[in-house]
């Protein structure tokens, strides 16, 4: 009941702001018509030269996709969020529409690749550009972290319930039914996009793409320099070459060995889906970890032998549920991957960094696309599979030992993850983003008897209780006494007000502080996070409330 109410509470909160609602509509519709359209462009290329076709396809449309990609999110900043998204939207249309047309008139081959290549293309707009226009829409933190939860949910779910009805419309009608259908849904996008505000285009110094290859270039170094990084790179393209391959595979079993018709690969690719979902609810499990390395391990045997496993064994119930374990094993190990990434990178570059990751698993994507047809050509669907799902353990065998050492060398903040774990505040957290924060955190101590926060000063701090116990004073009057694992001065940060009480040490603390800035990243990116907090603020603002009540109804000369 308790998750049901903080979902319903994220939904609200998304909900009453118009804004956000139309731009969380929008970004649903476009994840539909993205699954859509690329079941609909892998069926059709398979049906026109079979695995060979269906992996140039998917080249095709990757390879633009991951050049572009780092280059959308500085093209939003220079000509505005909010128009950016309109003109992504619109274009995704055009091309959507243009592909069904090409398909359902029977175009060249190439020419209906082209054209889904440029509708490839216009999808890479969306998701950066979505990230720099929601926290220009969101009215408060708690709005903001919402909608980030509700983006995940709608990726999520997209990755399950989309490719199926894909699969669905392809198998009762044709794969320009499906583009058809995407089209209809981008142009949906538009309209909802075309009723969100839109701000003056920033006038910032210097060139916007320009600064996009430095930071580009700069993680390029940090990469070359650092063998740790290196390594979870190389780590992070190989599951990426797997996924590219996966999405190929699903077409070849359906259409081929397994003939599930034209709609099987919808499905297929639906039950993957299906699995990350899984896989997300196991990585709870890595909080905290002081050794990553054997559960990277566990979940690349776990990806990688499933596929083995289906290519010695191939049926079509072997089919979707070894499809639903490797899709588990993929997400816990990206998770892990992610972890290990963040302690081996220095902090100053972690977001270059992970931006050309993202650059490079579109790479592998496209590398595990073209992957498929040449092991095909070499000895059909069974080698594919046993080829791809042993390219993981390969890897992981080959760099045990350095995986290893990542783990040896890294310095785990133990306690301070303990700590946040037992706080409501921030025990939904992901795994990397907990740890993350944990180092953010600065030991302080304090005598008893001394104020901490005075209240009508301004906030710049958050505390978490290691040890001791504080007392909360407002207006004078002693309202509660926190211990430890719980937080204070979260208020001021949360709605940017002054202090809304004193906070005296009753006892000798040591207390974790939590700069403003790492406060807000932490609650603002994971809207469940958020949730929690604004339940625990809105609960001791009401107590506050209460209290000052009862002063003015005392106060108030009786008739």
Known sequence: MDLLSRSTQALGAVARNRDLRRAEGAFALFIAAEHGSWVAILVYAYLQGGSAEAGIAAFVQLLPAALLAPLAGAAADRLGAARMLVGGYAAQTFAMGVTGIALAAGAAASVTYTVAAVAAVTMTVTRPT????????????????????????????????????????????????????AAIATAGATALALRIPRSPAPIEAGNPVRRAFADVAEGLEVIRRHRPVRLVIALVGALFVLVGAVDVLAVVLALGKLDLGRGGSGYLSASFGAGGIVGAALCVTLIGRRRLAPHVVVA???????????????????????????????????????????????SHVLSRIFAV????????????????PALVALGGARVALIGVGALLPVVIVLRLRALIAIDDSATVPVVEISLLRTMRLFALLPPPALEGLARALTPVEFPAGVDVILQGDEGDRMYAIADGAVDIVASGRFVTTLERGEAFGEIALLYDIPR????????????????????????????????????????????????????????????
Do not use: K
Not at 357 to 372: H, K
Not at 548 to 554: A, F, G, I, N, T
């Open 357 to 372: 990751a993202e650059a490079l698993a579109m790479a592998g994507l496209a590398v595990g696309s073209l992957a498929v």
């Open 300 to 346: 690349a045997l776990v990806c990688g032998l499933a596929l083995v496993l289906l290519g010695l064994w191939t049926t079509a119930v072997a089919a979707f549920v070894l499809f639903t374990l490797a899709g588990a094993g993929r997400i816990v190990f990206d998770v892990a991957a992610q972890t290990l990434l963040q302690r081996a990178a220095p």
């Open 500 to 559: 809304t009480a004193t906070v005296r040490t009753r006892t000798d603390v040591r207390l974790y502080a939590l700069e403003r800035d790492a406060f807000l990243v932490a609650l603002t990116g994971h809207a469940t996070t958020h949730v929690a907090a604004q339940g625990l603020v809105d609960a001791r603002l009401i107590e506050l409330q209460a209290m000052r009540d009862e002063e003015l109804s005392v106060a108030e000369p009786r008739p």
């Open 130 to 181: 979505q990230a720099v226009l929601t926290p220009a829409l969101a009215r408060s933190p708690v709005e903001l972290g919402a909608v980030n939860v509700l983006s995940g949910w709608i990726t999520a779910g997209g990755g399950l319930v989309a490719p199926a009805l894909a699969g669905l419309l392809v198998a009762v009608s044709s794969p320009s039914a499906a583009f058809f259908a």
